[in-house]
């Protein structure tokens, strides 16, 4: 029922009463609404709930002015999972990430996330919510690092939603992994087998495979990725002093498509140590790359290494159709020259720090969590060799 004119007037008294920092209660006549109003100290910015009920809207004063003085947000963010989601992918993810980990985290988000929990609120998402999501995953028979990933994207949502000050807690720190069998340990590369293909590669028929090879030789002598690999630029490279300013990659969109990032992966650049032979594939290629220039009607002056016909960057999808075609017994991927690289580099004894700073890793955490299995088939040396020196 419509308030009197004198009602009205006792309301605009309460509102007077509760400003100065305790928060504003008001009736609004035009929609016959209770309005709860606090200024949160946290962002400066003034909060509005509303309600049809005089005493809940007390209600919803004291538990704004309970969470401000505990150090909350007054309220958290309304918005739907997916209307974050997607404003996130959009403003504050790019800030402290390189394009292609925003480009990973919204693959994943709107692969696996918004289908399920895209509709609810995040001030109502659960831990127990995110497990149930995780187990769906899970069901679909996505290996243990593809769950550990939408869980890590997830995470980085909600956790720069909680440093905006616009949810009280993240929940997906408290939900657990689910539990999940162990699958047979990927095969990766020998140097038997990476030699034989380095060898197939610089004797096989065809431009294009030719050119492929040259690019497995300097996945193979760097470690690099392929897609840092497909971005450098000849003034990138150095081979007189046989250096390579390694300083962006190429990334994939949501449809595959490929772009070339302003940056690497990890945001910072480094400098790799070209080998002897490398230097010597890389002239082969600036002479290719000269006649492949002189042939082309519409050439792109954009200094890739690794061109297409025209002169722009190669999208990494056909490189690897490229390479099914021209070596099909390889039966590995480009990352895995990465892999055999790393290997390679325990093996002959450098230490977690010096292959981190190598192939690219901000946290020389990455390199012991991806590549721990090298590291643990080394302990019963190890432990030989402190048997050895102790009985020495």
């Known amino acids: 029922m419509p308030l009197t004119r004198q ?7 309460t509102r007077n009463k509760n400003a100065n920092g305790q928060g504003t209660i008001f009736f609004r006549e035009r929609d016959q609404r209770w309005v709860v109003q606090v200024t949160d100290p946290l962002t400066g910015k003034r909060v509005t709930r509303t309600s049809r009920v005089q005493k809940e809207s007390k209600q919803i004063l004291r538990e704004m002015l309970n969470r401000i003085d505990a150090g909350k947000p007054a309220v958290d963010v309304t918005k739907t999972v997916e209307q974050f989601t997607e404003a996130w992918l959009k403003g504050q993810a790019g800030k402290r990430r390189a394009p292609t980990t925003v480009n990973e985290y919204g693959g994943r988000l709107r692969r696996y996330v918004t289908p399920v929990i ?10 127990n919510d995110v497990e149930d999501l995780l187990d769906l995953v899970v069901a679909q028979g996505l290996s243990k690092g593809t769950v550990k990933a ?11 939603a909680k440093k905006a000050r616009l949810i009280a807690k993240n929940p997906v720190q408290d939900a657990e992994m689910p539990f999940m069998q162990s699958k047979a340990p990927k095969e990766y590369p020998t140097t038997q087998e990476v030699q034989e293909l380095l060898k197939l590669a610089a004797s096989v028929e065809g431009d294009q495979a030719r050119e492929l090879g040259r690019i497995l030789l300097m996945c193979a002598h760097t470690g690099a990725r392929i897609g840092e690999i497909l971005a450098t630029k000849w003034k990138d490279v150095d081979l007189v002093k046989q250096r390579w300013n390694l300083v962006s990659t190429i990334t994939r969109d949501d449809e ?4 070339l990032g302003s940056r690497t992966k990890t945001g910072e650049a480094r400098q790799v140590q070209l080998t002897p032979p490398l230097v010597e594939a890389l002239k082969i290629q600036r002479d290719y790359v000269a006649y ?4 082309s009607g519409n050439w792109g ?3 890739f290494v690794f061109p297409t016909s025209i002169g722009t960057f190669k999208n990494i999808n056909n490189v690897y159709k490229i390479l099914r075609t021209s070596f099909p017994d390889w039966a590995h991927t480009f990352h895995d020259l990465r892999h055999w690289f790393v290997s390679t580099g325990f093996q002959s004894g450098a230490s977690a720090v010096q292959i981190a700073r190598l192939v690219g890793h901000k946290d020389v955490r990455t390199t012991t969590d991806i590549y721990g299995h090298i590291l643990d088939e080394g302990k019963d040396q190890i432990v030989t060799a402190v048997q050895q020196a102790l009985e020495n």
Not at 292 to 295: F, R
């Open 292 to 295: 492949v220039k002189s042939m």
């Open 301 to 303: 002056e954009e200094d």
């Open 256 to 259: 595959g498509r490929g772009e």
């Open 7 to 13: 009602e009205c007037k006792e309301n605009m008294s």
């Open 118 to 127: 895209g509709h609810k609120r995040m001030d109502r998402i659960t831990p």
């Open 150 to 160: 939408v869980k890590n994207a997830l995470s980085a949502m909600f956790s720069d």
